[in-house]
């Protein structure tokens, strides 16, 4: 029995996050990667040593990944990363600066997440 509800709880928890991702990923894989071929994309946030490619950025590559993916194929770390994805737009987008974010490194960060706050 305790199986049973370990399984269940586990399923309803993956089931959360998968509603979660896909609650603020609002872009198509197809729109994250045209986006991701950007300037300002790859300008944008915060750059690791030594790829020189930025956090958000290789994020987004992972979320057209899980986007392409079917969910029974999805692995431990594509479910920490969908959760990981949830909880960095919810906080970013709490920060929207004041006026218009057409053309804010804001705006572009988010993108990189897979969230068009324009969308």
Sequence with gaps: MADSTKKNSSDDD???????????VNMTASRLEEWLGTDESK??????????????????????????????????GDWAHMSKVHGYVARHAAQRPSGDVTDT????????WGHDPLA
């Design 14 to 24: 993956r089931q959360q996050t998968w509603d979660d991702f896909h609650d603020v």
């Design 105 to 112: 490194p804001w705006r572009w960060s988010l993108m990189n």
């Design 43 to 76: 300008d944008v946030g915060q750059h690791s040593k030594g790829t020189g490619e930025s956090v958000g950025h290789d994020s987004g590559r992972h979320i057209v990944r899980i986007l392409r993916a079917k969910k029974a194929d999805l692995t431990d």
